[in-house]
């Protein structure tokens, strides 16, 4: 099954956090904190894999989770790092964010890219030693990993695409000029997902597509076209075949004219790519409708050529040209990734301290996801923490909000497990 398009969530692994420990050892008077910092989360990792052809894997694996960081621990001993989590696509993948449709990156040649970025280990307490404070009983946690719903949208990268309605010999024509072997019969859509074929021209080659079978309306979903007009976008030359003996009963103008519109329909930039136009099966067509319609391409400055794929006949002159046409061509087109606006940031940073108080049977229940890792590393019962815990709470709102919803001396806040009384 040939799958192009999928979407999968991803989400990088979370810094380990930091320790709360001390240095204990025999004749060591007050040895002070050595809790060592936690490792770097999992960075998730898309590499290109030449073995693969299609996004199918991805329709039964939909998560993608990387592991954390290690914890610190004591001895001032950084926790171990978490290696890279490598995920493996098709080469000519685009990795777009699903929610937004920015592309976050192509994955056309064979450097790695860092899509989602491990979060940083946290602090131990070493780090907070000072001359005042002297004990710190409390350390910072992992930062959490990026996530992100992505779509994983394969486009083919051949430099060139073969075009056309369908049943007009594409599929015999790639067959022939290259090793490629599609499913070849005499009706319609017999060739239903995208073919590659290398095509050797001397010591030359280059890689040509075999797009399924467009129709009259494929731009806007109309038949299988609009599945696979993608795979164009990356393609350096057109090659538009055309059946022009008209042996099904079509006009051959009117296919060439209806193919260009789906094109330009789909993508203007498509539209104006350098085209050539072959006239296939002109051994069933009459000297006059092949000159007739020769007569009709040279008018709008294209080049074309007659050839029988059937035969053989004239397809190694028009293999030749297009890989003279391809010297003159620039490489395939990579789509550059989409880098966040200061505006797209900036409400990234404040969805991470969003957080929600309400008032239930006169309790105050806050909830601040970035609170809870935070939480976990507190020691309420020690002095000093419990001040970094309460200019956590100043510094992100939290106490303006409640004193703006009403707050009085010995109230019970709730956070998560954690209730304390309000205390001005």
């Known amino acids: 099954m040939f799958v192009d398009i999928v979407k999968i969530y991803i989400k990088a692994g979370d810094g380990g956090n930091g320790a709360v420990s001390f240095h204990r050892e025999k004749y ?23 073995h693969l052809s299609t996004l199918i894997d991805f329709r039964y694996k939909k998560k993608y989770i990387a592991p954390s960081g290690e914890n610190g621990r004591a001895g001032r001993c950084t926790g171990k790092s978490a ?30 890219v860092v899509v989602a970025k491990g979060g940083k280990g946290g602090k131990g307490n070493m780090n907070f030693a000072t001359a005042t404070r002297q004990i710190p009983r409390f350390a910072k946690p992992g930062y959490p990993g990026e996530e992100f719903d992505v779509t994983l949208e394969l486009k083919l990268l051949a430099d060139v695409g073969l075009v056309g309605f369908p049943n007009v010999g594409k599929s015999t024509f790639i067959s022939v000029v290259s090793a490629a072997k599609p499913k070849i019969a005499n009706y319609h859509f017999t060739t239903i997902t995208p073919v590659l074929g290398v095509v050797s021209v001397g010591e030359k080659s280059f890689v040509m597509a075999d797009i399924p079978g467009l129709i009259e309306g494929a731009s806007e979903g109309v038949g299988l076209g609009h599945s696979f007009l993608r795979h164009v976008e990356r393609c350096r030359l057109i090659v538009h075949v055309v059946d022009v003996s008209g042996i099904e009963g079509r006009d051959p103008k009117d296919d060439f004219e209806k193919i260009n519109y789906e094109l330009r329909n789909f993508s203007e930039e498509i539209a104006e790519r350098p085209q050539i136009v072959v006239m296939n099966k002109t051994d069933l067509a009459t000297e006059e409708q092949i000159e007739e319609f020769r007569a009709y391409i040279e008018e709008l400055g294209l080049p074309c050529f007659s050839c029988s794929a059937a035969t053989t006949k004239g397809t190694s002159e028009v293999v030749e040209y297009i890989a003279s046409e391809l010297d003159k061509l620039p490489p395939p087109i990579r789509f550059e990734a989409q880098p ?44 000093e923490s419990l001040q970094y815990f309460q200019r956590v709470l100043r510094f992100s709102g939290i106490i303006d909000k409640l004193e703006e919803m009403g707050v009085e001396e010995d109230d019970i806040v709730s956070i998560y497990d954690f209730e304390f009384r309000y205390v001005r």
């Open 28 to 50: 060591v008077n007050a040895g002070g904190p050595d809790g060592g910092d936690g490792g770097k989360g999992s960075d998730i990792v898309f590499v290109a894999d030449d």
């Open 83 to 112: 290696e890279p989590t490598i995920i493996r696509v098709p080469r000519g993948t685009l990795i777009k964010d699903s929610n937004t449709g920015r592309i976050l990156a192509d994955i056309s040649d064979d450097e790695p």
């Open 340 to 383: 966040l606006t200061r505006e797209e940031l900036d409400e990234q940073e404040l969805r991470k301290k969003t957080f929600t108080v309400t008032k239930e049977d006169g309790i105050f229940i806050v909830d601040a996801p970035f609170i809870a890792p935070i939480l976990q590393m507190v020691n309420m019962e020690d002095y």
